[in-house]
T-cell receptor
Framework: NAGVTQTPKFQVLKTGQSMTLQCAQDMNHNSMYWYRQDPGMGLRLIYYSASEGTTDKGEVPNGYNVSRLNKREFSLRLESAAPSQTSVYFC??????????FGPGTRLTVL | GENVEQHPSTLSVQEGDSAVIKCTYSDSASNYFPWYKQELGKRPQLIIDIRSNVGEKKDQRIAVTLNKTAKHFSLHITETQPEDSAVYFCAAPMNSGYSTLTFGKGTMLLVSP
């Protein structure tokens, strides 16, 4: 099992450009999450999906949209990137238990 | 929603010493408290957790204690080793249930040989 995978690993955007971060899990987990990690700020929840077909806002959803394409895939879209969105983005998934399993992260720079 | 405060933000110890990281939470209904370890450039990984029906849990050199009255919980690492160097995050449920977590801001632990 690959666990949780994310693409791309690195990305540089110019202000105003759009892009989609991809996340997939092969553990048959129901719940999936998108976090951003900034220095000194810990992990902050952007959006989550408790099950296929549902999505909900987290702490910092502004400027982002998500799609739960199917049970395996949960994508994060930046419609018009801003320098404040420069961050490391982590996807995570969870089964019916409590533990969240994280992907390797995507390092995004917005110039 | 839940608010989690974590201290200290950085901690330097000598190899073999003990390290303690403390977190406080605001929602008295919270009942699950995980700790994640993140090595440099890697993903966060769960290392230990505790539920509110116990006061302490141990796993080899790491332990977590919980004081529900004071609403704080702590991570204890004994006999620290250089490979313990990492950022450690505490967390608590963001709302009732376990579906979402609020994380502390992290503690960077540096263990010097």
């Amino acid at each position: 099992n690959a666990g949780v995978t994310q693409t791309p690993k690195f990305q540089v955007l110019k202000t105003g450009q759009s892009m989609t971060l991809q996340c997939a899990q092969d553990m048959n987990h129901n719940s999936m999450y998108w976090y951003r990690q900034d220095p000194g700020m810990g992990l902050r929840l952007i959006y989550y999906s408790a099950s296929e077909g549902t999505t909900d806002k987290g702490e910092v959803p502004n400027g982002y949209n998500v799609s739960r394409l199917n049970k395996r895939e949960f994508s994060l879209r930046l419609e018009s990137a801003a320098p404040s969105q420069t961050s490391v983005y982590f996807c995570a998934s969870r089964a019916s238990g409590i533990e969240q399993f994280f992907g390797p992260g995507t390092r995004l720079t917005v110039l | 929603g839940e608010n989690v405060e974590q201290h200290p933000s950085t901690l330097s110890v000598q190899e073999g010493d003990s390290a303690v990281i403390k977190c406080t939470y605001s929602d008295s209904a919270s009942n699950y408290f995980p700790w994640y370890k993140q090595e440099l450039g890697k993903r966060p990984q769960l290392i230990i957790d505790i539920r509110s029906n116990v006061g302490e849990k141990k796993d080899q050199r790491i332990a977590v204690t919980l004081n529900k009255t004071a609403k704080h919980f702590s991570l204890h690492i004994t006999e620290t080793q250089p490979e313990d160097s990492a950022v450690y995050f505490c967390a608590a449920p963001m709302n009732s249930g376990y579906s979402t977590l609020t994380f502390g801001k992290g503690t960077m632990l540096l263990v010097s040989p």
